[in-house]
């Protein structure tokens, strides 16, 4: 596979691990309202909760970046993502999700924290508009399938079982990200 292909694979996929993670809850706003007993208001904490906690580690983020190199910051941050969803709502308590729900969201700032920067130091100028429109199309996919994938399959399964799903769906596609940039040799000019 061509260096810039595996780039803009890698790209790709990382975005839409992120993005799915992130949004896979809203639509289920009403389903965590009623499996928790909590208002609907308290509830859409599943969701603000990992936006919070994106906020504030994104102060932080780039030192852990800077520190083990951005590629495996990348890495670590899909795959612990990925696990967290899994187990997301294997202990019926709502603040337990809460909780991991912010520990998404510090993985989520891992990779968002070293993303552009990585890009930017390993992609040639002349296609890294390229690179980063596939990147932002990762993520309104990822955005966009996450909603359409947790709602279309509540209607199947329960909410534990869900989240088991969501997280075996974005640990396959953290893997594919790892697989492919291990083996991406460095810079594309």
Not at 12 to 17: C, I, K, N, Q, S
Not at 54 to 60: E, R, W
Not at 142 to 171: C, K, N, Y
């Amino acid at each position: 596979m061509k260096e810039v292909t595996k780039i803009l694979t890698a790209m790709g996929t990382g975005a839409f691990v992120i993005y799915t993670s992130l949004y896979w809850v809203q639509p289920l706003i009403i389903f965590f309202s009623e499996r928790f007993n909590q208002s609907p208001a308290s509830a859409s904490l599943v969701l603000s909760m990992t936006t919070i906690s994106i906020a504030l580690s994104l102060y932080f983020a780039p030192l852990i970046s800077n520190r083990i190199g951005r590629k495996q910051t990348m890495v670590w941050a899909l795959l612990l993502t990925s696990l967290l969803n899994a187990i997301s709502l294997a202990i019926d308590h709502f603040y337990w999700v809460l909780f991991i729900r912010a520990l998404i969201g510090i993985c989520i700032s891992g990779f968002l924290a070293s993303v552009i920067t990585y890009l930017k130091e390993e992609i040639d100028k002349g296609i890294l508009g390229k690179v980063v429109g596939i990147y932002v199309g990762g993520t309104a996919l990822g955005g966009v399938l996450a909603r359409i994938i947790s709602s279309s399959l509540i209607e199947q399964v329960d909410l534990s079982s869900l989240a088991f799903i969501i997280g075996v769906i974005t640990l396959m596609a953290s893997i594919v990200f790892w697989l492919v940039s291990q083996t991406q040799r460095t810079s594309v000019r």
